[in-house]
């Protein structure tokens, strides 16, 4: 498809709610130019005439023309102006393609914090509702869960406090590679990434060491941890015992308010594992099987079974962990509705804490897709329905939601919690309520200025190679969030 664009480069808003309704369409963008012989076009136009200006939409799809042209008095208002054309171009293809994308045309990632913000400024749930139905044309089930959610952060955000942080320890390395998988984790099968394991700890442990040190001369306080990946629990139980080791000699923990271990993969966990990050103070891990069938374990390249999932959350369960997350993925090639639910209900019976319900992303699902001529059914929004309604009836709240661009049927993925045990640093991760510094590759440092809302990222390098050659170089960059810190 073409879009056009005459008198304004609203090219951001326009292409995503195009996508919206055209997931795998590719796009030609032309700038102060119409199209020419295009089979599919957009024109996005803002033009000046006698009484003002006037904003028009122009579709051609598949044959069918549709335009909607509104005249505006006044100067120009890139926002306002933005949001009209969106919300025409939103109406249009909701009549030409026959979808109603149930978060209307709100296509950010994260619909909570809009609701966070209209409930600082003391709206009501039905304002929230009105405000956000009549400018992004947002469903009441997904008003629903965005309320509920927001409504179960609000103690986790209120206790707050400005000088705290969290720290995200990246641990980019797995047992072999997920067929979904787009994150840039290195499978250990390869000899290459499994021999930069050891060097790369050795680095993290000095990262750690190095953030420790600006943390105490900012006078910043340690609120929550996170190590994640990958598979952290890919690690040797030597070296887990290295990092965890590490981060007690730099950071005081015992006032911390919660400390995650993403052990992630089942066929990585082992006994021993589970209690050195126990021993070494995790309050929180996550075992994640994605899905409790066998067969699509099998599809998607994974190397355990749905059995080694549950043992491998007994035992947790039986060496004392009483907070345990469990992840699902709604979506992936050959599952089926049915597929899903038992993996829902299987999860619901282990009775975990916690369990996130995650959506394929659509580039990943249609290759992944054409590969398994086998599958036969995908309603990935029934799945994420039955799975949302089954949490809820079955006593779990939502409490960190966020999209992904791209995802299939434009859904979310949400984090569902038992009263209590919602995970804090993915609320205040999702929500950007808090400075995160991240040690390892592909780390994210997020600095958030608490009264401004001002945002900076220092980016780590993404590869462990790069992360270690490099380290020294990496170090110096981020020195710059000792100038963000002190303002
Ligand atoms: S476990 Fe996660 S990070 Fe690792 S390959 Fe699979 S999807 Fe990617």
Not at 38 to 55: M, Q, S, V, W
Request: proline share 3%; net charge neutral; with cysteine.
């Amino acid at each position: 498809m073409v879009i056009s664009f005459i008198g304004n480069d609203f090219k951001y808003e326009i292409e995503a709610v195009t996508k919206l309704f055209l997931p795998l369409q590719s796009f030609e963008f032309l700038f102060e130019e119409m199209p020419v012989n295009a089979e599919n076009f957009c024109i996005i136009k803002r033009e000046k005439n006698t009484d003002g200006y006037i904003l028009s939409v122009n579709v051609l799809l598949n044959g069918e023309k549709r335009e909607i042209s509104q005249n505006e008095n006044g100067g120009f208002s890139d926002e306002k102006d933005e949001t009209i054309l969106c919300q025409n171009l939103f109406k249009i293809l909701q009549e030409l393609t026959g979808i109603t994308p149930p978060w209307g045309c709100l296509t950010g990632i994260r619909p909570v914090k809009k609701v966070n913000k209209l409930l600082d400024e003391g709206k009501t749930k039905k304002e929230i509702f009105g405000i956000l139905k009549e400018k992004y044309f947002v469903s009441d089930e997904k008003l629903e869960l965005a309320f509920k959610t927001a409504c179960a952060q609000s103690k986790a955000l209120k206790m707050l406090d400005k000088r705290s942080f969290s720290l995200y320890i990246s641990i980019p390395f797995c047992p072999s590679r997920c067929s979904y998988c787009s994150f840039v984790s290195h499978s250990i099968e390869k000899p290459e990434a499994k021999k930069l394991i050891v060097p790369y700890v050795d680095k993290l442990c000095r990262e750690i060491e190095e953030i420790s040190l600006i943390a105490k001369q900012l006078e910043l306080r340690l609120d929550t941890i996170y190590i994640g990946g990958g598979t952290p629990s890919v690690l040797s139980a030597e070296l887990i015992e290295k990092l965890m080791v590490s981060v007690k000699k730099s950071f005081d923990i015992s006032k911390i308010h919660e400390y995650n271990v993403e052990a992630g993969r089942p066929d990585t966990i082992t006994e021993k594992k589970l209690e050195i990050i126990r021993d070494l103070g995790a309050t929180r891990i996550s075992v994640n099987p994605q899905t409790m069938n066998d067969s699509v374990l099998a599809a998607i390249g994974r190397k355990h079974s749905a059995k080694d999932a549950e043992e491998a959350f007994y035992a947790a369960r039986k060496l004392g962990f009483d907070n345990i997350n469990m992840d699902t993925i709604a979506g992936l090639p050959t599952d089926t509705l049915k597929g899903f639910e038992h993996t829902i209900e299987t999860l619901c019976k282990l009775d975990p804490e916690s369990i996130t319900i995650h959506t394929l992303t659509v580039k990943r699902a249609s290759r992944l897709f054409s590969e398994h001529e086998e599958r036969t059914e995908n309603n990935i929004g029934d799945m994420v329905s039955f799975g949302q309604k089954k949490l809820l009836d079955t006593g779990y709240i939502p409490y960190y939601l966020y999209r992904q661009k791209n995802t299939v049927e434009n859904l979310e993925n949400v984090g569902f919690a038992k009263k209590g045990r919602e995970c804090l640093y993915n609320i205040y991760i999702m929500e950007e309520a808090q400075t995160i510094l991240a040690a390892g590759a592909a780390g994210s440092t997020k600095l958030v200025d608490t009264e401004t809302g001002k945002i900076e990222r220092i980016f780590n390098y993404k590869y462990p190679y790069e992360y270690i050659s490099r380290y020294e170089k990496m170090m110096e960059k981020k020195q710059a969030l000792r100038n963000f810190l002190t303002g």
